[in-house]
C-alpha cells in the first residue's frame, strides 16, 4: 500500500478504533486482533470456521476485520451474527497501534487446516445435518466467478476450471441411471455462473440462484453427498461433514485433507510432460512438487510454472468423473466395496505420498497420514495403474 494511502487510511481509522478498544479493554483482560481471509470465499469461511473451532474463547475479546476486498458481503454479515466484526479501515489502524496497546494479532490466513480433533469441535455457522436420501449437491470450479466476485483479471488458476462438457456428461448419465435422484449445481448465483456455458436440461437437475449462506448451508444439510469441483463452495459441506467426492484436485498444499468430511473420495490431477509426452507417475509428481517447495515456495505448477516447465495439468475425463461420482453415492450408502488389488493400490499411493505435508508459506500442517486420509478413486488408480505406480 503507498505510504500516503496508508496515512490516509490510518488517520480514518484511528477515532473509532480508539472507541472500540475502550470499550474491548474496559471488558476483557485480553483483547486479540484477528484479520480475516476474505477475498476467497473457500477461506473467508473455513479459516474463519476454524479458527473460532480451535481457538475461539468467550473469555478474551476478538476484534475481526476483513481484507478490503471481501468475496461474499452476505457471508460478511452472517459472520457478523456471531462475532465482532468491524470495517477494514478500523481494523487497519488498530494493527498499527496493537504493540503499544498490547493487543495481539492474528491472521487468518494461518488457519487454512488445524488438528483433525479440532476440526470437529462446535461448529458456528453450521446446522443440524437432515439428509434426503435421494438428493445431492454439486458444484463447478470457473474463473469467471473470481471476476464476478473479485474483480480480478488474472487467470492464473483458470487451468483449474471444470470442463463443462464432462461435467455435464457425469452428471446427465447418473441421473438418468438412477431417476429417483435429484440434484442440485450449489455454486453461488449459479445460473448466472453458467451464463456462457451449455446447461443441463433434466426435470431433476436445477441450479441454486442465490448467494445466501443460510442457503446454501440447509441445502447441504439436505445432501446425502456432494460431487465437488475442489472450489471455495466445497468447504461449506466439509464443515458440515457431508460425504463428498473431490474432482480435479491438485496434489500437494491444496490436498489440504485434514479438514475434509469423514466420507471423502478423491480424483486427482494427472501431471504432463510436454517435453516426453508422457504422464508422470505419482512419484515423479510428488519429486516436482518438492523441487517447487525448495526452490519457489509453492508445490503446485500454476499457469506460468507449467509453462516455465514445459507440463500441462490434465483434468479428469468425463469417464473418471462419472464414475467418482458413482463411488461416492456408494460411500455415502454404505456399499462401497474394494476388491483386494484396489484396497493394494490404495496402500501404494499412501506409501508414495508424504506422510506430512505442510503450507510452504504459512508452515501450517494441511495433511497428516497420521490422523486421516481420504479414499483416492478406485477408478481412477486402476486406470492408470501402468504407469501412475511406476
Known amino acids: 500500500m503507498p505510504k500516503i494511502q496508508s496515512i490516509v487510511k490510518f488517520l480514518f481509522g484511528i477515532i473509532p478504533a480508539l472507541y472500540i478498544l475502550f470499550k474491548f479493554k474496559h471488558k476483557y483482560k485480553n483483547v486479540t486482533l484477528v484479520y480475516m481471509f476474505s477475498s476467497k470465499f473457500g477461506h473467508f469461511y473455513t479459516n474463519t470456521e476454524l479458527f473460532l473451532r480451535s481457538e475461539y474463547s468467550n473469555k478474551n475479546g476478538y476484534i475481526f476485520y476483513p481484507e478490503e476486498l471481501i468475496d461474499n458481503e452476505n457471508l460478511l454479515y452472517e459472520w457478523k451474527k456471531v462475532i465482532y466484526v468491524t470495517d477494514n479501515y478500523i481494523g487497519f489502524a488498530i494493527s498499527k497501534i496493537s504493540k503499544i496497546l498490547n493487543i495481539n494479532k492474528i491472521d487468518l490466513r494461518d488457519f487454512s487446516a488445524v488438528k483433525r480433533e479440532k476440526f470437529f469441535n462446535q461448529g458456528y455457522l453450521v446446522k443440524k445435518k437432515n439428509p434426503i436420501k435421494n438428493f445431492f449437491t454439486c458444484s463447478v470450479r470457473l474463473s469467471n466467478y473470481q471476476k464476478l466476485n473479485q474483480s480480478k483479471e488474472d487467470d492464473y488458476q483458470s487451468y483449474r476450471d471444470t470442463n463443462i462438457d464432462n461435467f455435464n456428461y457425469a452428471i446427465s448419465k447418473f441421473l438418468n441411471e438412477k431417476k429417483n435422484m435429484k440434484s442440485l449445481l450449489i455454486n453461488s448465483n449459479a445460473g448466472q455462473l453458467f451464463e456462457n456455458y451449455n446447461k443441463l436440461n433434466i426435470d431433476n437437475f436445477s441450479y ?25 463452495v466445497d468447504t461449506v459441506g466439509f464443515a458440515q461433514n457431508i460425504p463428498c467426492g473431490l474432482y480435479n484436485m491438485i496434489l500437494g498444499a491444496t490436498f489440504n485433507f485434514l479438514t475434509y468430511p469423514n466420507k471423502c473420495i478423491v480424483s486427482p490431477l494427472l501431471l504432463y510432460d510436454k517435453k516426453i509426452k508422457k504422464y508422470l507417475s505419482l512419484r515423479k509428481n510428488i519429486e516436482l512438487n518438492k523441487f517447487m517447495e525448495k526452490n519457489f515456495n509453492k508445490n503446485r505448477f500454476d499457469l506460468s510454472d507449467q509453462k516455465k516447465f514445459n507440463l500441462e495439468y490434465i483434468k479428469n475425463s468425463k469417464d473418471e468423473m462419472y464414475n467418482l461420482l458413482l463411488e461416492i453415492y456408494h460411500y455415502s450408502n454404505e456399499d462401497l466395496i474394494l476388491s483386494e488389488d484396489e484396497e493394494k493400490m490404495q496402500k501404494l499411493f499412501w506409501k508414495n505420498y508424504p506422510l506430512i505435508e505442510k503450507d510452504p508459506l504459512t508452515g501450517v500442517i494441511m495433511s497428516d497420514q497420521n490422523e486421516f486420509k481420504p479414499l483416492i478413486s478406485p477408478y481412477f488408480l486402476n486406470k492408470h495403474k501402468n504407469f501412475y505406480f511406476n
Open 208 to 232: 441454486n440462484d442465490s448467494s445466501n449462506i443460510d442457503v446454501l448451508i440447509d441445502k447441504f444439510c439436505q445432501s446425502s453427498f456432494h460431487f465437488g469441483a475442489t472450489t471455495g
